[in-house]
């Protein structure tokens, strides 16, 4: 299998008992990796930082890169793209959890088709105990069919990408948003014909909350959302039509009551599992 890096950003406002179980889950990878880069954004936790300096120490792999001040997810990411030794790049939070065979299947992938940019693929997500799963979030899988679905809604789950690092700093690496940043470099590289896929079953559990729903009814997730498709719409990628559309969903999302948008992201925007909430 090609060799790849793994590029995670922390910062304090990360559970460290949710950190130390992430990072455990990439190095329990079945294709292990040489260049795990954790990028601390601003100043850390003790817990934190006595987290990773015990991860550091019992495993080479890791590499840290630190940031002094709070720069942003995008800024951070970037920082530590730079130091990434390989071509390949998997993503991943410091919150959520990798099937140990994620990193297997996407390098399978890239073997299978040399010509792929970017894989991603489904989560699985859970609240508190991480072997209850309650849903599945699906994307879709082939090159038409994401390109159509990003001129509307993100067609990547962000933790579950793997990139090719020239393709993805060609285009100037993540924005300094600080919401949104994934989306918008997705749109620069659809539109710019980089080659994508999502493979079709899970990569990881996604570490879900209620609080994940007021977050995304925020106006600055909502403007946000709503720039990037604009975006997209300057650079010619989408249309006006798919950006009438998804300012209306976003902005109907937006303004309709907190249980009712719940409920559209359950029913609607997710495939429930049977036990599942």
């Known amino acids: 299998m090609q060799p790849y890096s793994v590029l995670m950003a922390v910062y304090r406002g990360d559970h460290p008992g949710h950190l130390g179980i992430s990072i455990d889950s990439i190095l329990a990878q079945t294709v292990p990796t040489d260049d795990f880069v954790i990028v601390t954004d601003g100043p850390l936790t003790e817990e934190q930082q006595s987290l990773i300096a015990e991860k550091c120490a019992r495993h080479p792999s890791i590499h840290l890169v630190q940031l002094p001040e709070n720069v942003g997810l995008g800024l951070a990411l970037n920082a530590g ?32 088709r040399t010509e792929l940019d970017i894989v991603g693929g489904y989560v699985s997500e859970f609240y508190d105990d991480s072997d209850k799963i309650i849903a599945i979030k699906e994307v879709p899988l082939d090159q038409s069919a994401i390109y159509a679905y990003g001129k509307r809604r993100n067609p990547f ?30 749109i620069r590289m659809l539109a710019s014909g980089c080659q994508v896929q999502n493979i079709g079953q899970p990569l990881l559990k996604f570490r879900s909350s209620q609080n994940m729903y007021q977050r995304r009814k925020s106006w600055l997730s909502t ?5 990037n498709v604009y975006r997209s719409w300057r650079q010619g990628y989408a ?27 359950r029913k609607v925007m997710r495939k429930s599992v049977s036990g599942g909430e």
């Open 157 to 186: 789950i962000h933790p579950t990408v793997m990139f090719k690092k020239s393709c993805v700093l060609k285009l100037g690496g993540y924005s300094d948003l600080r919401r949104g940043q994934d989306y918008e470099l997705f």
């Open 81 to 112: 793209l730079s130091v990434c030794k390989h071509e390949l790049v998997a993503r991943m939070d410091a919150d959520d959890i990798a099937y140990p065979n994620r990193m297997d299947l996407q390098l399978a992938a890239f073997a299978a």
């Open 223 to 227: 403007s946000l959302y709503i720039r």
């Open 239 to 265: 249309g006006f039509r798919d950006l009438g559309m998804a300012v209306f969903m976003r902005l109907s999302l937006y303004l309709m009551p907190l249980w009712l948008s719940k409920l559209v992201y």
